[in-house]
């Protein structure tokens, strides 16, 4: 449907710099925030996995899913079922349940979306998980639109998420192995193939690729690693509720790709970084006399999403290569 | 189910189906001529629903609120596309979705601005607040009929203008193939222009209409955004005939479903959406 964007999938070393002092940063940070701003960046980094399981679809393999929210929902609705009222759930039994609900629930559904292409496939994915967002929301046995409280956070493995901490250091882990774990699958065979496919599939094709059925794999397991960071979302806030499946979640995952760039997983992780961040400060600008600036942040929001799109059609990482095409 | 009720049921499923058809009707044009993807297209039809709350609260006459509010976003269409929209026609989908999606905050926080985040009603003008008596306990507001006339006159004069007049030839032609159609001769540029207006000026009118129905309520667009989207997707993109048929069929489906299957009504939509593309991936009407 789009032209193929320029992706930086061999990181430069001013960007693998800027990743690794961010770890850096993320090791340290507890210790020096408020538990307010560490929950805040535990925030951040569940969207980042979310992000980055997406962009295993949008960036990858080419395949923008306007749905992706559906299988992030549902691990968290997942963890709900499984929690007992007044104990915590098992991670040990309850994550890989629900990463794998998560997963196989994107299987039947990629076994129906993947065969359709460009602005069809956004539609029809968005449709599916409008499905299940009315499912949860009509269906009062299902939590109804109140959604569902986790009353106690999970446990397991000698951890238990009621600590904010132990709760911080787990995300940053998965976060990490998931970051890992796509940087590999991007240079693997299947990888390639899944970047063959979003280039030129007919071409991938012919070379003797069945793309269906690489397509369906990238759809499952991002659907399942979408399933991880909302697992995740529900052990951190303690309250799932169908808006997570909703269109602004998912919306909010497209929009945290593209400001990232695409298709090289680094880039969703800036991209859901900074989209948080950039939402973060212009919340709490100050007062301009009688104008109060971070009550209108959405205006501040926008216009930043308006002018990267005009300056920086490639996310923030193309600004990063631009400029050094520049130098 | 009665007659009198179904009938009434029939009514609103209409009702519902023409306001969708005037807002997916601008959509699937602005999608089929210019290939922009308008995540913004819900925002002017809250925009429409504020200003007849604004325009009629100054004025306290409906009427003349809806012809001037309607003036005003033919001016914001124009506008827009002329700064914003005329640069984005060649860019991707998915540039467009940013942008749009950007502009989404922007007007929900202009409209923030100007009148707040409560939520409002707008009065039926007092000539149309009446109802009429079916059976002892069912009554039809007049303001609905009313209502379904004005959409239904608003569809046939835009299935006039498209199928009978020069213009439409134009726009059809535009639709069909926009290089071959400039080729030809036709001011393409300006056709952008006038199309993107009238796509504004349609869901704002919508907007408009449906004020004294619903209240008026901040981000009132998404929801019917994601409709409109199913009712292009539905119809085949581009087609305004196309739209005109999923917009009843989804009217339909939608009010009946939420009467006799009320725990998976909003679900039906969907399934129907699916189905039709699983069957005709391009759309019903696709040309």
């Known amino acids: ?327 | 189910m009665d007659l009198a009720n179904f009938s009434i049921q029939l009514l609103n499923s209409v009702q519902y189906g023409l306001l969708l058809f005037l807002l997916a009707a601008g959509l699937t044009l602005i999608f089929g001529i210019m290939g922009v993807v308008n995540l913004a297209h819900g925002s002017f039809y809250m925009l429409g629903a504020y200003l007849a709350y604004a325009l009629t609260g100054a004025w306290g006459n409906l009427a003349l609120a809806v012809v001037v509010g309607t003036a005003l976003s033919i001016a914001l269409g124009w506008l827009l596309e002329k700064l914003l929209f005329r640069h984005f026609y060649h860019r991707s989908h998915l540039d467009q979705v940013l942008l749009t999606f950007g502009l989404i905050y922007i007007f929900e926080e202009v409209r923030s601005m100007l009148w707040g985040d409560d939520v409002h009603s707008v009065g039926i003008p007092e000539v149309l607040d009446w109802s009429i008596k079916l059976t002892d306990t069912l009554s039809y507001p007049a303001y609905r009929l009313f209502m379904l006339a004005i959409c239904s006159a608003l569809a046939l004069g835009l299935w006039l203008l498209i199928s009978k007049t020069k213009l439409g030839m134009k726009i059809r032609a535009g639709a069909f193939n926009s290089d071959m159609a400039q080729a030809m001769g036709v001011n393409i540029v300006r056709l952008h222009a006038l199309v993107f207006a009238m796509g504004v000026a349609l869901a704002a009118l919508a907007g408009m209409l449906i004020a004294p129905l619903s209240s008026v309520y901040p981000y009132m667009g998404s929801q019917v955004l994601i409709m409109c989207f199913v009712v292009v997707v539905i119809g085949g993109i581009g087609s305004v005939r196309g739209a005109l048929t999923a917009a009843l069929l989804v009217g339909l489906v939608d009010t009946f479903g939420k009467v006799l299957l009320p725990q998976f009504a909003s679900m039906l939509v969907y399934v129907l959406m699916a189905l039709v593309l699983l069957y005709k991936p391009e759309g019903l009407f696709k040309q």
């Not at chain 1, 961010?22 to 929950?39: H, K, S, V």
């Not at chain 1, 299947?190 to 012919?206: K, V, Y």
Request: aromatic letters at 12%.
């Open chain 1, 1 to 327: 449907m789009s032209a193929p964007q320029a992706h930086l999938e061999t990181l430069p070393r001013s960007v693998q710099l800027l990743l690794a002092l961010g770890l850096l940063a993320l090791l340290a940070f507890p210790f020096a925030g408020q538990d307010f701003y560490t929950q805040m960046v535990t925030r951040m980094m569940i969207l980042a996995i979310f992000a980055m399981s997406l962009d295993l679809l949008q960036g990858i393999t080419g395949l923008v899913s306007l749905g992706h929210a559906a299988y992030f929902g549902l691990a968290g609705y997942v963890l709900a079922f499984m929690s007992p009222a007044d104990a915590g759930a098992n991670i040990l039994t309850t994550l890989p349940l629900a990463v794998l609900a998560s997963a196989l629930v994107a299987l039947v559904i990629g076994f129906f979306v993947v065969r359709t292409q460009g602005i069809y496939f956004i539609m029809v994915t968005m449709a599916f998980a409008q499905m299940l967002y009315y499912l949860f929301f009509d269906n009062k046995g299902l939590g109804g639109s109140d959604g569902i409280y986790i009353n106690v956070r999970p446990a397991g493995l000698g951890m238990d998420l009621e600590n904010k901490l132990v709760l911080y250091y787990f995300t940053l882990a998965c976060m990490l192995l998931v970051y890992w774990f796509l940087r590999r699958l991007l240079w693997s065979p299947f990888g390639r193939t899944l970047n063959g496919i979003r280039l030129n599939e007919h071409r991938t094709q012919a070379l003797g690729y069945a793309s269906f059925s690489y397509k369906l794999t990238a759809f499952t397991v991002a659907g399942g690693l979408a399933g991880l960071a909302g697992y995740l979302w529900g052990a951190q806030t303690g309250y799932v509720n169908p808006e997570l499946m909703g269109f602004h979640m998912s919306a909010h995952a497209i929009m945290m790709v593209i400001l990232g760039g695409m298709g090289n997983v680094a880039g969703a992780l800036i991209g859901a970084f900074g989209f948080e961040l950039f939402m973060h400060v212009f919340k709490d600008l100050p007062k301009l006399g009688s104008f109060d600036l971070g009550k209108h942040w959405q205006l501040w929001m926008g216009s930043l999403i308006v002018l990267v799109v005009l300056i920086a059609p490639q996310g923030l990482m193309g600004l990063l290569r631009s400029r050094k095409q520049d130098d």
